[in-house]
């Protein structure tokens, strides 16, 4: 209307033949946009391309995606933004007991809540989830290292047997090669208990720990990652083939949790760049 207005057309023309009131053109000639309003648009611009490209990150991490755009804003800002827009992540959910109760345990608690460790190799943490598809559930043993949050090995199987953990546990040592000395803490699930891991456990040095029974706590630093998990994949839609599903997993590892998730307990770093970070001032003075 502005510039109708310049080439000689009067404003209650142009608002008449526009159907629109005069009272709000004459109120935003008073008061334009503000620097601040524009400011916060460019920003909430920027946190919607990073929600867009990755729609299960938290504001957290969408405001670091925004800060490496260069655009800077505080944590709290992007959740301002990110709430009156509605653009949330999934949110956590409690899972469920099965009812079974749990054997007794083959090794003492050598953690007891305390999920630290200043080097990787120190500590790892194991636990089991599963997923149904159209096909049957899918199992996910997964070990995690404490240092890095790095997901070290993991297993996918149809059926929940020992050898899910012992797989699980061998392809970590697969990467992480010489590991002796190293805590691997677990829940007293029947295939932590089994003979076949606690050999694969004495055979490689490894120290076994257990929590209490009921007490989730005790593996909590595991129990956040599947609640990501859970989030971020299985519960996203339905899974028709177990090939399906294990896919997902898979390339949300390697892909997104490993190499794009940042946490804000590494520094908002990824656990790949955490651990070069690490790792380098080891092999410089090597």
């Known amino acids: 209307m502005t510039k109708l207005a310049a080439d000689g057309i009067p404003v209650t023309v142009a608002c008449r033949v526009l ?13 334009p946009v503000t620097e601040t309003e524009l400011e916060r648009a460019h920003r909430a611009n920027t946190l919607f391309d990073a929600h867009r490209d990755d729609p299960e990150s938290g504001y957290r991490f969408l405001a670091d995606e925004a800060r490496d755009a260069g655009v800077s804003m505080a944590d709290r800002t992007a959740w301002r933004i990110c709430s009156s827009m509605g653009w ?4 956590g959910k409690k899972r469920g007991r099965n009812g079974k109760k749990a054997g007794p345990p083959v090794h003492d608690d050598l953690v007891r ?6 080097v990787p190799n120190r500590l790892w943490l194991a636990d089991i989830t599963e997923h149904r598809t159209t096909e049957g559930k899918l199992y996910l043993c997964a070990i995690k290292d404490v240092c890095s949050n790095r997901i070290v090995g993991y297993s996918i199987d149809s059926r929940m047997k020992s050898r899910l953990a012992v797989t699980a546990l061998t392809n970590a040592l697969a990467r992480r090669g010489e590991v002796a000395g190293c805590v691997v803490h677990t ?14 456990l004495a055979r490689h040095g490894l120290s076994g720990s257990m929590g209490r029974v009921g007490a989730a706590g005790d593996n909590a630093a595991m129990e956040s990652f599947f609640a990501l998990l859970q989030n971020n994949i299985l519960d996203r839609r339905s899974w028709s083939t177990r090939d399906e599903l294990r896919t997902a997993i898979v390339t949300w590892i390697e892909r997104t949790y490993h190499r794009r998730r940042r946490q804000a307990a590494l520094g908002r770093l990824t656990p790949i760049e955490y651990e070069a970070i690490m790792t380098t001032p080891a092999s410089q003075a090597a």
């Open 113 to 118: 809540r305390d999920f630290t460790a200043t």
């Open 19 to 31: 159907n629109i009131a005069r009272q709000p053109y004459y109120r935003w000639r008073a008061r």
């Open 187 to 200: 829940d007293r699930g029947s295939q932590f208990r089994s003979r076949k891991f606690v050999r694969a």
């Open 88 to 91: 949330w992540s999934a949110f």
